[in-house]
């Protein structure tokens, strides 16, 4: 799917770039992966807030839950020290990982809005995942059909964080 049929260009659409919303993510990147390119993107666009959706790669590989926490939490550091305030999404693996993997990993989120006292925005995909024509054939990303759909929720959850300090 090309990027201007994700929902982030969609949602940019929508709100008529007010705020402009751009797309800095890869496909397949780890929290680490993220971390790494987060400062250059930070000086690149010098945003007011930055949406982190990093940690599913990262959790469906196995990753220690540890280890994903403290790249997220260098990422919340590595944000704020630039000015700008984080939005952490909440992000929710399988069931097949098992029930303590799954504790461990979702947990991460809450203990890092609690720690930093940043938003939490809850996970999208738990209703995508209930409409198999909105999902991709690899079981994992959203179609092109969910697209819409996503983009509305994002914009339920998003705006009052972010247009209430335009």
Partial sequence: MSASQAWP??????????????????SGDTAAQGLAR?????????????????????????????????????????????????????????TNYGRRYNEAFSNIYTRLAQQYNIPLVPFFMEQVYLKPRWMQQ?????????????TDLMDQQLAPLVKHEQ
């Fill in 38 to 94: 987060l400062p250059a993107l930070l000086q690149q666009h010098h945003p007011r807030w930055v949406l982190i959706e990093l940690g599913a790669n990262d959790g469906l590989r196995g990753f220690p839950p540890q280890n994903i926490e403290q790249d997220l939490s260098k990422i919340i550091s590595t944000i704020q020290a630039a000015d700008a305030k984080p939005l952490l999404m909440q992000i929710r693996l399988p």
């Fill in 138 to 150: 690899d079981g994992l990303h959203p179609a092109p059909d969910a697209q819409a759909f996503i």
């Fill in 9 to 26: 260009a969609l949602l940019d659409k929508k709100w008529q770039q007010q705020p402009e919303v751009i797309n800095g993510s890869i």
